[in-house]
């Protein structure tokens, strides 16, 4: 069974700080997904990377995809309250289902 | 391109009913995954279905079943309910098996 570990569970901060989230994983990953959920709502997916040691940019979230395909890591730059909500990683592999991490749940406070 | 839709959005059932949740995937997408979610679990995977056929199938009793139809279109059923069935049930879609995941909003049923 392949186990996707994100950290940390909870993140409280200020508005304007910068923050990073882990997700980490024994099992190569042929893909790896980045969703944020808000309250009552379906994950919007962020972004997909690939290739090992990626790095893909979405505004102010940086997402970086380890050499080994292992781990991940999305760093926010300059946090705002409309960043607030459940970020998810999610890992593919051949002939697996689609595996997701237990969440980072993000406040960010005014 | 129409996003993947899911009805009802909320429902209520009693104890021992049983319920269908539908799940219209995003057009040309042929794969569609069922999860459950709740605050203490998490995101779990129920089941994957792909051409009409279930590939993948999570660790969840066998109340808990689904089917797809020929247009892609998914339902999942749930029978005998239990209060501990409350969860927000979302549907996913993907273009292949084991791709990225395109998520409706989710049916939030609360059992009672």
């Known amino acids: 069974t392949q186990l996707l570990e994100q950290s940390p569970q909870f993140l409280s901060i200020q508005e304007g700080e910068n923050l990073t989230v882990y997700c980490n994983s024994s099992?190569?990953?042929?893909?790896l997904q980045w969703y944020r959920q808000e309250p009552g709502e379906g994950p919007v997916l962020l972004v997909t990377v690939v290739t090992g040691g990626e790095v893909k940019k979405l505004k102010r979230l940086t997402f970086q995809f380890g050499d080994a395909r292992k781990d991940s890591s999305l760093h926010i730059t300059a946090a705002q309250p409309g960043d607030t909500g459940l970020y998810l990683c999610a890992g593919t592999n051949a002939g697996n289902m689609l595996t997701f991490g237990g969440g980072t749940r993000l406040m960010v406070k005014p | 391109k129409a996003g993947v839709t899911q009805t009802p959005r909320y429902l209520i059932k009693t104890r021992g009913q049983q319920v269908t949740l539908s799940c219209s995937p995003i057009s040309g997408h042929r794969s569609v995954s069922w999860y459950q979610q709740t605050p203490g679990q998490g995101l779990q995977f129920l089941f994957e279905y792909f051409s009409e056929t279930q590939r993948n199938k999570g660790n969840f009793p066998g109340r808990f079943s689904g089917r797809q139809f020929s247009n892609s279109r998914s339902e999942m059923n749930v029978s005998t309910l239990e209060l501990g069935d409350s969860a927000l049930y979302l549907c996913?879609?993907?273009?292949?098996?084991?791709?990225?995941?395109?998520f409706g909003q989710g049916t939030r049923l609360t059992v009672v």
């Open positions: 996913a879609s993907s273009p292949e098996l084991n791709t990225e995941a395109f």
């Open positions: 099992s190569v990953f042929s893909s």
